[in-house]
């Protein structure tokens, strides 16, 4: 049985806790919180705190804090030589106290709170600096059912920034074709089959083997029509660079 | 039941004879297309031909051809008076033969030649001149065990141009992850159940609310990381110019 100490009450924390709860090989030892208020409603199910002076011993400590918190809070525990993970994409490992064992233990997904999501699915990206380390966070990912990937701080920082295209820069994408069928009067639910086939192709294929359409066979008719259709010059200059993209990306140019 | 003649040979056309062929309360009576080659290895699941004068009569003739052929196929076609629907997105209802019923049956959806899909999953836009032709169309749908969605040329030409955004241009983001992670050795599994839960996500609630992300909470000091992080020049201009668009949906500038 792998004890955790849970530290933080955001959309992360939020997700761990459920998550940690299911797993049969991790009993969360303690919940801590700056402020009661948040995980109050989970006393029942777990020994919760406000004092850091009162945390328990445990296997490893996850830091799901705010990444300007993460020095902070590590810097401010009160013991030393413990496993402490943060859950972080961007912040450096170097950024736990020295005094500690340090870690980092990152599931990369988009949480929703209050959304159901199957943890199961997540991957996570582990990191420490003493080999010692890697078994507890190797267990605490199989304990929760997950992929885990071996990951340093250089390319933890690259796969946030490749998440914001994939979820954030996507999202958007799909935000403008709403706009753009709205304006038309156009049901948004006929795109969303294709939605999902777009982003379940690549589960499968590259990228690369999955493009279609028309910059990809520099179908010039077509793109012409296209960016005399769009009435919004912020999409006509998102078409464009996407469309040259595209092109580039297949030697069309 | 419904008789149906299929013309043409291309990638739609044979997904929606393998969708015809499944459905109970379709028959289909013949196979055109002008080089029996394509369409030779299935002669023993349905009469083909590749002679225009030897079409047979049928409830609705489907030219699955490309774009550019719709008009003079159209016009080549030997009687009158028959429901004609072409398949495409782009093209107008009016460049089908005036001598013809004319209709569109244009599935929306990504095909790639080879890959199963299931098409009760397709969603269906139909259009058609005369009313009497509606319910051929929608019988047809149906048959597929599909959705349909009454919409008219200038409804479809826009959600064409909806789908290369969120089609062919999502691709294309996920296409510069792929090339961004590749860069420092991370594997591009790690990236794909964040694209499905991305594309999940807006089944249920609009690209609006599904936002997150620093452009949404305008995180000056991530934003600008991100931006030092990237290396090639092209990926940097997408990266601003989305992080500008998603700024100015959610009111950030």
């Known amino acids: 049985m792998l004890s955790v100490v849970l530290i933080g009450a955001g959309n992360v924390a939020s997700h761990l806790f459920n998550a940690f709860k299911k797993s049969e090989s991790i009993a969360i030892s ?76 990152y599931p990369l997904q988009t949480f929703t709170k209050g959304a159901e999501l199957d943890f199961r699915e997540v991957p996570i990206c582990i990191e420490c600096l003493e080999k010692e380390n890697l078994q507890t966070l190797k267990s605490l990912s199989e304990g929760l059912g997950c992929k885990f990937y071996k990951i340093n701080t250089e ?20 935000r403008i074709a ?45 793109i012409k029509r296209h960016l005399k259709q769009i009435e919004n010059e912020e999409h006509k200059v998102i078409y464009e660079l996407l469309t040259n993209s595209i092109k580039k990306t297949h030697g069309q140019r």
């Open 30 to 105: 303690q919940w801590f919180n700056r402020s009661l208020d948040a995980i109050t409603p989970y006393k029942n199910e777990v020994e919760i705190t406000d004092d850091l002076t009162a945390l328990k011993e445990a296997d490893i400590y996850i830091l799901a804090v705010s990444d300007d918190s993460i020095a902070d809070v590590s810097d401010a525990l009160p013991f030393n030589n413990r496993l402490v993970a943060h859950t972080s994409g961007s912040v450096s490992i170097h950024q736990l106290s020295k005094k500690l064992k340090r870690g980092v233990f």
């Open 178 to 222: 709403h706009e753009i069928s709205d304006a038309k009067n156009i049901n948004f639910d006929i795109l969303k089959p294709l939605i999902m086939e777009t982003a379940r192709k690549v589960q499968e294929m590259s990228p690369y083997m999955a493009q279609t359409g028309p910059a990809k066979r520099n179908d010039k008719k077509t």
């Open 155 to 174: 390319q933890r920082q690259t796969l946030h920034l490749s998440a914001v295209y994939v979820n954030n820069f996507v999202n958007q994408l799909y």
